[in-house]
């Protein structure tokens, strides 16, 4: 742009310096020529003057050719009326051939002053003629003066050289303005094409500085303002884009939007956790390319069918379980949405696992729960009925049924009561918040359960001499430790049963381990399962619910606490728990 203007800049101004050297050149120098032409006639003249005024006669006209032709550095002819040369300052006039065919002989013998360029033979130099009548008394003819056009030529070599000159400096001039002005203009425009490659590389911070009030000025304040608002304009988006992501990272949900042909367009990192891509740029790959799942390809044709949201529910193969709920909503163009453009499609996962497994586990509650009821409900039924059939009057038989309708009541009794105790540690319920001797809530626990243990079986407890206060609701730690208790007398037949309690500061341990029937190994993992028992039969004759592990891992789940077993089948069981001192959650 700079070298373009500064090239245009400098010819204009070079072929106008030519044009006008050219001009002042020939205006010059003929405007020259013709005042020497004038000069040298009035030289003739005023010579013809001198003559006429003091004419020294025909035979001394030659000496005084001579002394005038040397003071005017000229040659001068005096030609007679008939065309000879009467005398002559250069060499000897007598042999010089007849002049009265020259022009300005013929026309100075006419009366007219004139003057001509030709070659002259006597000088063999080009010359200039200037010719003018000489008229005396005695004396009828002309004077010519004749001048070698060399010293003209010299004149015009000179003018031509200044002309030359004059036009290489004012040229040198020019090309210095040309720098100056095409800096001028070209600066501002520089400073703008580099001002807008910085924007473009993302640097909003530039401004054009000028001082200029022309239109580059005003064209600097326009650009600068222009950078400011969209300085503005990209901190807005900016900081929605930012909130945008905020909101979108901060999902559980995975989200995730493709365009037509299905390509990504952007999504969070919840969707990308689903797939194998977790840590790259998705973003512009096909769905397809990042997550197979048929379920979602249903759901990503049918919205695009049918224009409507659609939700489907499905497995996701991953390493562990997962369903996962997907909907797809068309997205559309904001500014066609008139026309009902989609230009791709949202689609929101949301993994329902857990609610899926909860609504499973609820179900089976409900379907245990009545078939725990149910056993000693038609056992109670049965026994009333032959009572009532006849049985009663047989006072032996009555007793014997109505024993067992009581130990049949009893366990509904411990059922409901177990269930209750659940539900109310699952939902939280602590009240009574303070802090607890463990080791007398303990030595307690074993006081109340003595009497069960049976003959063959030692029971002991070993504590600490100093357990630290431990803050909690007494009633949830003595029933933990009944239950855990209890299972030992109650699958203990004989040996002993060690419950021990200690604290390192940090945690409270309880443990209470027998020698009693142990469990297999692979019921380990499922004993703190609602309902779940070893042997169904085992537990049915020692009473218990199924409940009893399953409230003991509530409680210690409610402390932040820990609780392991060991067990080796008839060698013994040991339940370890471990609870931090901590605010109760
Ligand atoms: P239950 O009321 O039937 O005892 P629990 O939830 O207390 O139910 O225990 C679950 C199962 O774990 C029991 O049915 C029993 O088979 C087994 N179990 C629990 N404690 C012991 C133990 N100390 N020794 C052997 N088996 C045990």
Request: overall charge negative; aromatic content about 8%; hydrophobic content about 40%.
């Amino acid at each position: 742009m700079k070298k373009k203007l500064f090239i245009t800049y400098f010819i204009i101004a070079l072929v106008t310096m030519l044009a006008v050297g050219g001009t002042l050149f020939l205006k010059g120098y003929s405007s020259l020529v013709k005042q020497s032409e004038e000069g040298y006639m009035v030289q003739t003249q005023l010579l013809a003057a001198v003559f006429e005024a003091d004419f020294p006669g025909e035979e001394n006209l030659n000496q005084l050719v001579e002394k005038y032709a040397e003071e005017y550095n000229v040659r001068i002819t005096i030609v007679s009326e008939a065309g000879n040369v009467v005398a002559e300052s250069s060499g000897d006039y007598e042999d010089i051939e007849n002049h009265s065919n020259r022009i300005e002989i013929k026309k100075a013998l006419e009366g007219e002053k004139y003057s001509v360029r030709r070659y002259s033979k006597t000088l063999g130099v080009e010359c200039m003629y200037c010719a003018a009548p000489l008229v005396t008394e005695e004396f009828r003819g002309v004077i010519r003066i004749a001048v070698p056009l060399e010293e003209l030529k010299s004149m015009e070599y000179g003018f031509l050289k200044s002309v030359v000159l004059a036009v290489i400096a004012i040229s040198a001039a020019i090309l210095l303005l040309a720098v100056y002005f095409s800096n001028y203009i070209t600066k501002p425009l520089d400073e703008v094409t580099n001002a807008a490659r910085k924007i473009a590389k993302g640097d909003l911070q530039v401004k054009i500085y000028t001082r200029q009030k022309n239109q580059i000025g005003v064209f600097a304040d326009a650009f600068n303002s222009m950078v400011e608002k969209l300085k503005n304009n990209m901190a807005v988006l900016y900081a929605r884009n930012n909130e945008l992501e905020a909101i979108l990272y901060s999902m559980d949900n995975g989200v995730v939007a493709i365009d037509k042909d299905n390509k990504i367009i952007f999504c969070n990192q919840e969707f990308k956790s689903l797939t194998d891509r977790e840590n790259d740029d998705v973003t512009g790959l096909p769905i397809y390319h990042v997550l197979r799942n048929q379920i979602l390809y249903d759901v990503i044709d049918k919205v695009k069918e049918t224009g409507d949201s659609i939700t489907k529910e499905g497995n996701l193969y991953r390493e562990e379980e997962c369903i996962m709920k997907i909907s797809g909503t068309p997205l559309y163009d904001l500014y066609e949405k008139k026309e009902n453009k989609t230009v791709g499609v949202l689609l929101i996962f949301e993994d329902v696992t857990q609610i899926r497994k909860l609504e499973h586990m609820r179900s089976e509650f409900v379907s245990n729960v009545s078939h725990e009821f149910k056993t000693p409900l038609t056992s109670i039924r049965g026994f009333v009925d032959t009572l009532k059939n006849g049985a009663i009057h047989d006072e032996k038989f009555a007793l014997k049924f109505l024993d067992i309708i009581d130990i049949e009541t009893e366990r509904l009794y411990n059922l409901i009561q177990d269930i209750l105790l659940l539900s109310e540690i699952e939902n939280n319920n602590d009240y009574n918040v303070k802090e607890n001797n463990i080791k007398e809530i303990v030595g307690d626990v074993i006081t109340l359960l003595h009497p069960k243990v049976k003959k063959n079986v030692d029971l002991k407890y070993e504590a600490d001499a100093y357990i630290r206060p431990y803050t909690c609701n007494a009633d949830r730690i003595k029933q933990l430790m009944i239950n855990l208790i209890d299972n030992a007398i109650k699958y203990t037949e004989n040996g002993t049963i060690l419950v021990t309690c200690s604290s390192d500061g940090n945690f409270l341990y309880l443990s209470v381990q027998d020698t009693g029937k142990g469990i297999e190994k692979e019921c380990l993992d499922r004993i703190f399962e609602r309902f779940y028992r070893v042997d169904k039969s085992r537990s049915s004759k020692t009473g218990g619910t199924g409940l009893g592990l399953s409230i003991v891992k509530h409680i210690v789940e409610m402390y932040n606490g820990d609780i392991e077993v060991e067990s080796e089948v008839l060698v013994g069981t040991k339940f370890l728990v471990k609870l931090p001192y901590q605010t109760v959650s």
